[in-house]
Structures are given as structure tokens and as C-alpha cells.
């Protein structure tokens, strides 16, 4: 048995939390691969709306393992009060999620540092949710970090003040205000909390079920644009979103990552600073947040829009060996008279279908129209009663691409999803 793999191809905010939970009915297993609670992840049903931030979005399917791998960074005090609130409603978080011991913990001074550094980037910050997720990753790669399985260790407090002193000596470069230890005793509730939950060897745990050919459903968080390698560099995040991360974020050999689907939106979104070339700063790029609800599920940001790109669409899916695509929130676009996709960027006068390597480089987008469907999409259940029009667009996508869309989602709701060819 093979990895399954779930990312999205975007800035991220694809709507990934939906399709894992649509997916998970099929899949005894999902395993977050990379990230931490910067991630908002969104699902809905039963009239209900739920984000989770850092537990894998199997959570609410019965008879389901829900991993967090050891690429993922994990704040002890959110991911206790996450736990909290689904227990409130009698979800049993403690038989559904396990961690492997390789996964790196949250600071309170990682906050604290992400605060700093952005402060004093002043007008060239790139974004940062400040969840303390960069300054983790650093003291990960610079093998000062602290694991879960640390917590385990009879030295664990001491492991502790030594990385908060160095945080304290880093801090030293900022004029900035803080107080180390205001949520320093949270911090130790929380990481009791955490005692209580599986801590696994997740790559033997992982390698196990697929020896007993279990199904498992890898599920990554932000978009592969944001990717430390091959995203919008300098404005990404700090972990591999891409289909790799998958492997090194769970310890699965590449051999054994299966079938990769990836996410994209009918459109574009994007939050915080870094290119964006179809970014609409008009009257339609105002209907497209309105409409899409277009506000981060983390921190509330409103989402900058424009029509889709799929020069960044195409590079993206060759970059993830994409298999299958699932378009999201195309019923956002049922009212536009016309609807424009990106084929091309304009680059000092100069048409290319490559994404630049220059990251400031001024970009002319060159669209192709659509006529609009006009049509509510978000009551269609069966493909054959899709408009002709929204299936010009779509076939359209699949043609460039070369790579078929296999769900559209038409609505946050789980019964809002169109799977097509499911034999």
C-alpha cells in the first residue's frame, strides 16, 4: 500500500480541510506532514463550521488515526485548547490523534522572536501569522530545537531553560518589549496535555500500516507557492509544502508516495506581502473576497484576490507530480459576466509561460476570457446539470494542464462536492 497525498498548488487557503474530510471516509489514516498552527484548515457540516489549526482533518471521521507527523511544529497551548473545544462536543481526540516524538515544539519565545523579526522589517515583513513557526524551524535546522519526545526525558526542564536563554540572547538585537515567561506556566499545563495523547516513532508507526496495506491519506498545510524552496522566495513559510515534504515529513520513502491530488481554488487568493500577478485591486477583486469569504480561518486577514494563474498553476503541478485536481469555490464566480484566466505573463516585454526566478519582477498577465455561467452552482449535485459555460472553463484548465479535475466543490459544505469518474 501506497501514501495518498492532499496539498494545495496555491498561496494556500485552498480549502484543504474540506476535501480531507470528504476524503477521509475512504482512508483509515491521515497524517499531517508539515507546518504548524499556522495552518486553517475549514470544514462543514451538519450546518456547523470547524477550523482546525494543527489536528489532521480526518478528526471528525469515525475509526480514524489521525498522525501528526514529525514535519509538523506544534504550539502545546493551541493544540490543547483545539483538543478542548472538540471534546466539548464529544469528539474523543485522545483515541483519534497521535504524534510522533520527532515533531518539533513551539516556544513561547519562537512567538516572541517571529514578533521581533517582523517589527523590524518594517515595510519589507513577509506576512507572518507570528504563531512562532520561522523562529521553530530555525532552531530545528540550527539543532537547537526541542521534540516531543523530549518531554518524556527527566532533563526535559533543563533542555528547556537553555533554549529559552538563547532565545533571550537573540532577542537582545530588537528594540522590541516583551515578557519571556508571560504564558511560560500555559506553556507547562499544556505540555502535560500532550502526555496524555500517543506519542509515537511515527515513521515505523507509518511504515506499519502500509506493511498491512492500511490506506493512508498524507494531508499538508499551506500552498505549494509558499514552499521554502520553490515558492515566492523570500515571502513563503518555513516548511517543504510540496509532494517531498511528504516523504520527509513523515519518514515514507518516495517509492511508496501513491496517487497525488492537488488543490486549487477557481480563482486566487492570497495573504500577507509577496507577488501576486493577477491580484485584482478593484471593484472585482472587492466581489471576489465578498463573495468567496475571503478572510484567513488564522488570523481573520482579509485575503487578497484576482483571477486564476495558471502559469503558477501548471508550475505547480509539475512540481508535485500532480495525478488529479480538485477545483474549490468555483460557485464564488456564478455571478461574473465575465470570468479570466491568466495563460501567459508579459515579462519586459518579453511573453513567457515560466514562473521567473526573480521575485520582483514586474509581471503583465495575459488572460484569456471566459463568459460567465451565471448561474447558482452551489445547487448542483450532479455533473450533467453543470452549465455549459462553467464546463468550458473547466475543460479548458484540464487541457493546459493536462491533468483532469476529478472533484469540484461547490459549497463549504461536505454534501457540496461533485466527484467525477469515481469508478
Not at 111 to 128: F, L, N, R, V, Y
Not at 161 to 186: C, G, P, R, T
Request: aromatic share 10%; proline share 4%.
Amino acid at each position: 500500500m501506497k501514501v495518498d497525498v492532499v496539498l494545495g498548488l496555491q498561496w494556500g487557503d485552498e480549502g484543504k480541510g474540506k476535501i480531507v474530510d470528504v476524503l477521509a471516509n475512504n482512508y483509515p489514516v491521515i497524517a499531517r506532514f508539515q507546518g504548524g498552527p499556522n495552518a486553517g484548515h475549514s470544514l462543514q457540516f451538519e450546518d456547523k463550521k470547524f477550523v482546525l489549526h494543527t489536528i489532521p482533518s480526518g478528526v471528525f471521521r469515525k475509526n480514524t488515526q489521525n498522525i501528526i507527523g514529525n514535519g509538523v511544529v506544534i504550539d502545546p497551548i493551541i493544540f490543547m485548547e483545539e483538543c478542548l473545544k472538540l471534546e466539548e462536543i464529544g469528539v474523543p481526540v485522545r483515541e483519534r490523534i497521535y504524534i510522533s516524538k520527532k515533531a518539533h515544539l513551539i516556544l513561547p519565545g519562537h512567538k516572541i522572536i517571529d514578533a521581533a523579526s517582523e517589527q523590524a522589517k518594517g515595510a519589507s515583513k513577509i506576512g507572518s501569522t507570528l504563531k512562532g513557526i520561522g523562529p521553530t524551524y530555525m532552531d530545528k535546522t540550527g539543532r537547537n530545537g526541542i521534540r516531543v519526545g523530549d518531554i518524556l526525558t527527566p532533563d526535559f526542564h533543563d533542555r528547556f531553560s537553555v533554549l529559552k536563554k538563547k532565545h533571550i540572547s537573540f532577542l537582545k538585537q530588537f528594540d522590541y518589549q516583551y515578557n519571556i515567561e508571560e504564558n511560560e506556566a500555559k506553556w507547562f499545563e499544556a505540555i502535560e496535555y500532550l502526555k496524555e495523547f500517543k506519542l509515537i516513532d511515527g515513521e515505523y508507526y507509518i511504515n506499519n500500516l502500509l506493511s498491512e496495506n492500511k490506506r493512508v491519506l498524507a494531508e499538508g498545510a499551506q500552498g505549494s507557492l509558499l514552499d521554502i524552496d520553490f515558492g515566492s522566495y523570500p515571502f513563503v513559510t518555513s516548511s517543504t509544502t510540496t509532494c517531498a515534504g511528504a516523504s520527509t515529513g513523515l519518514g515514507v520513502a518516495p517509492r511508496h508516495i501513491g496517487t497525488v491530488s492537488g488543490i486549487f481554488k477557481a480563482y486566487c487568493t492570497r495573504v500577507g506581502s509577496g507577488p501576486f500577478p493577477t491580484e485584482l485591486n478593484d471593484r472585482t477583486g472587492e466581489m471576489l473576497r465578498e463573495f468567496g469569504a475571503e478572510f484567513g480561518a488564522t488570523t481573520g486577514r482579509p485575503r487578497r484576490t484576482g483571477w486564476l494563474d495558471l502559469v503558477a498553476l501548471k508550475y505547480a503541478v509539475m512540481i508535485n507530480g500532480v495525478d488529479n485536481l480538485i477545483m474549490m469555490k468555483a460557485d464564488v464566480l456564478d455571478t461574473f459576466d465575465k470570468v479570466c484566466i491568466a495563460v501567459a505573463y508579459k515579462i519586459n516585454g518579453e511573453i513567457t509561460e515560466s514562473l521567473p526566478y526573480d521575485t520582483y519582477a514586474q509581471i503583465e498577465p495575459i488572460y484569456k476570457e471566459f463568459k460567465g455561467w451565471k448561474r447558482d452552482l452551489s445547487k448542483v449535485t450532479k455533473e450533467e446539470d453543470l452549465p455549459f459555460e462553467f464546463m468550458n472553463y473547466v475543460r479548458f484548465i484540464e487541457k493546459e494542464i493536462g491533468v483532469p479535475i476529478r472533484i469540484i466543490s461547490l459549497g463549504p459544505d461536505r454534501s457540496q462536492t461533485i466527484i467525477r469518474n469515481e469508478e
